[in-house]
């Protein structure tokens, strides 16, 4: 498990995260099946005795912003061996025609292999059956991938320590063969109430705003459907909003500054004593103005205007897909 040797071909990541399993908001159910399988056992594949099935594969559904990928980052987190990271959509702009398709994916593995005990983290695997039949070059690609895949995973030992953690997005695209290889699925829905309240306390921690539990209750009450990359953009435009004001200010006055400036800007009202007529734009360093804070009018302003990316409709693919599939093993 020597890891400083470790010399990857450029479609292979092997990064520092620093996402605790505890502090991902939500996804109790995900949180423990991870856990179980990759997280606590010190050996994977984990399922080694009683004559099972050694588990090879667990993938991570659900839909786009829902946490798949920062989930799967906790675990890279937590877990105590080698985590290795591969982007579908980057294999696939790194391609070219002159490489061997097999090769990459056999490569993953041997990597993998080489450094037990591993996890493989193939984010938004559908790259391996991506269907583009406009190209055939590309379907040729994508062909040899899957055969290379499923061979590998065929292949896996027990002693080979390594599971593959896959993540999609529109996992009933997957190839029915490909879906089989991930014994354990694992549904990322989108946040319930109290997971967006947590979003919501999280992303506004490190922002000047004046908004109460209650204020930050109706927030997640009335953000149902939306993903966490949804409530994140919700926050940055609302966060926004001060800004907005303050380029419409027409006074600013000048106070002694804080923060290590010599002096700082508030907006204030034309009466103001110490009032000054300028722009914010005449303002050199945006460091030295003081923004109001962010308050609960700012989100009901953007919250009026804001769409959740999700329907009701797109989402019953997904428990369809729960339903049919979510427990095959
Ligand atoms: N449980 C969580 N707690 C805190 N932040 C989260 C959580 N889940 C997701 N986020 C944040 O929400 C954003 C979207 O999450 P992520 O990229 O993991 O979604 P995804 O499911 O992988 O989406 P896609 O299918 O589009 O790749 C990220 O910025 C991430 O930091
Ligand atoms: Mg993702």
Not at 35 to 64: A, M, R, S, V
Not at 139 to 148: G, I, L, S, V, Y
Not at 260 to 265: A, P, T
């Amino acid at each position: 498990m020597e890891t400083k040797e470790i010399k990857l071909p450029e479609y292979i990541y092997k990064e520092k995260y620093n996402i605790k399993l505890d502090e991902v908001a939500g996804q109790e159910k995900a949180k423990e099946a991870l856990k179980e399988f990759i997280i606590n056992p010190d050996k994977i594949p984990t399922i080694l005795e009683n004559n099972q099935k050694p588990l090879k594969g667990i993938l991570l559904y659900g839909p786009p912003g829902a946490g798949k990928t920062y989930l799967a980052k906790a675990v890279g987190t937590e877990f105590k061996g080698n985590f290795f990271t591969v982007y579908g959509p980057i294999i696939i702009s790194k391609w070219n025609p002159q490489s061997k398709p097999e090769i990459i994916i056999k490569d993953i593995f041997d990597c993998a292999k080489k450094y037990k005990p591993a996890v493989i983290h193939l984010d938004e695997i559908d790259f391996i059956t991506k269907v583009n039949n406009e190209n055939d070059i590309m379907n040729d690609t994508t062909r040899k991938m899957k055969q290379e895949f499923l061979n590998q995973m065929q292949n896996l030992k027990n002693d080979d320590e390594v599971v593959v953690l896959g993540v999609a997005s529109k996992p009933w695209e997957l190839d029915p063969l490909l879906r089989k290889c991930f014994q354990k699925k694992i549904y990322i829905n989108l946040p319930k109430l109290n997971a967006r309240k947590k979003l919501f306390e999280l992303y506004l921690k490190n922002n000047s705003h004046n908004l109460t539990n209650e204020q930050i209750e109706y927030l997640a009450k009335n953000t149902e459907l939306f993903s966490c990359s949804d409530i994140y953009n919700l926050i940055q435009e609302a966060i926004y909003e001060p800004i907005k004001k303050c380029q419409k200010v027409e006074y600013f006055k000048k106070i002694k500054g804080i923060n290590g400036h010599e002096w700082n800007y508030i907006p204030c009202e034309q009466n103001d004593p110490d009032a000054i007529k300028m722009k914010m734009e005449e303002i050199k360093d945006p460091k030295e103005i003081i923004f109001p804070e962010v308050n609960f009018d700012d989100f009901k302003k953007v919250l009026g205007r804001a769409k959740p990316t999700m329907t009701v409709e797109e989402m019953k693919k997904y428990e369809k897909f729960e339903e049919e599939f979510g427990q095959e093993e």
